[in-house]
């Protein structure tokens, strides 16, 4: 059988049992790049595997300010940890009808947030989600909770050194420097201030940041495109405003450019 440009033999699947594998069913064939400019970068795949009208979105903020100091990489934490907070309610009607979400520090490369579920409604988390990112909407009584609950995670991280050092290797390979444990522990203990902190970071972080997106499932290109356009709106009117309330300028907020973005090494 002669496949296709790009089809290698290992992505296709059989039609049924004894027959042979046919070029027009791909097993793995990649997402496309929509958008590619300052500022976003976008990939569509229109999968029906999950036999469920289902989405499953990943979304990397990226930028210089993620986590240049251990300081830095501690606010980092700490402002997606007071927006879960403060989405806690909106999270547990979301998981009741089918819809999660979740958020990381990935150290240098930035953030990460992840939202998958129903296609009908998930649009809808996406925005809330990413609304409360961009105006650092917490819940200023859980501060005290949030940042004792991570100072005891960095304290009791070496507790299981083999996952610390997975981690850490994990870090190192994907670019830049893995703050040690105790250095972020020392940087929460003795640097962080107050929210206000947490907020002036968030919006240091967005004023100049490039938003990198894949979207895989029941979802058009049209449709992935305009949420991915939509998002990058967000971000950046908020982290003006943000920055202009800070008095940080109206002006500060800046696009990355994709080539210009900070990079996975490996």
Same mark, same amino acid.
């Given at each position: 059988?002669?496949? !296709?440009?790009?089809?290698e033999?290992?992505m296709?699947v059989s ?6 594998a046919v ?10 790049m929509?958008?590619d400019? !300052?500022g976003? *970068?976008l990939? $569509?795949?229109?999968a029906v ?6 989405i499953g979105?990943?979304f =990397?903020?990226?930028?210089p300010a ?6 830095a990489?501690v606010?980092?934490a ?6 879960e907070e403060?989405?806690a309610?909106d999270?547990?009607l979301?998981d ?6 979740s ?8 953030f ?7 296609s009908d409604?998930l $649009?809808l988390l996406?925005? =809330?989600?990413?609304?409360a990112?961009a105006?650092c909407?917490v819940?200023? $009584?859980t501060? !005290?909770?949030?940042v ?7 304290r009791n991280?070496?507790l ?10 994990? *870090? +190192?390979?994907?670019g830049? =420097?893995a703050w040690? $444990?105790d ?8 640097e962080?201030e107050?929210?206000?902190?947490v907020?002036a970071?968030?919006?240091?972080v967005?004023s +100049? +940041?490039?938003l990198e997106c894949?979207l895989?499932?029941n979802?058009?290109?049209d449709?992935a495109v305009?949420?991915?356009r939509q998002?990058?709106v967000?971000?950046?009117h908020s982290?003006?405003s943000a920055a202009?309330a ?8 800046r696009?990355?450019s ?7 090494a +490996?």
């Amino acid at each position: 059988v002669t496949l !296709p440009d790009g089809i290698e033999s290992w992505m296709l699947v059989s039609a049924g049992a004894g027959s042979a594998a046919v070029p027009s069913l791909v097993l793995a064939q990649p997402p496309s790049m929509l958008v590619d400019e !300052p500022g976003l *970068r976008l990939w $569509h795949k229109l999968a029906v595997g999950y036999g469920q009208p289902r989405i499953g979105s990943y979304f =990397r903020l990226s930028g210089p300010a993620a986590a240049a100091t251990p300081l830095a990489a501690v606010l980092g934490a700490l402002w997606l940890r007071l927006v879960e907070e403060g989405l806690a309610e909106d999270a547990y009607l979301a998981d009741v009808a089918g819809l999660h979400w979740s958020s990381s520090p990935e150290g240098r490369i930035g953030f990460e947030v992840r939202l998958d579920g129903f296609s009908d409604k998930l $649009h809808l988390l996406t925005a =809330r989600v990413f609304q409360a990112l961009a105006t650092c909407q917490v819940k200023a $009584h859980t501060f !005290p909770a949030v940042v004792e609950q991570l100072l005891r995670r960095y304290r009791n991280a070496l507790l299981k050194p083999a996952q610390a050092a997975n981690t850490t290797r994990l *870090r +190192c390979l994907t670019g830049g =420097r893995a703050w040690s $444990h105790d250095q972020l522990a020392e940087a929460l203990q003795n640097e962080v201030e107050g929210i206000q902190q947490v907020q002036a970071f968030a919006a240091e972080v967005l004023s +100049c +940041c490039h938003l990198e997106c894949l979207l895989l499932g029941n979802t058009t290109a049209d449709e992935a495109v305009s949420l991915g356009r939509q998002l990058a709106v967000t971000l950046s009117h908020s982290s003006s405003s943000a920055a202009a309330a800070g008095g940080l300028g109206a002006n500060i907020t800046r696009r990355l450019s994709a080539s210009s973005r900070p990079q996975e090494a +490996c």
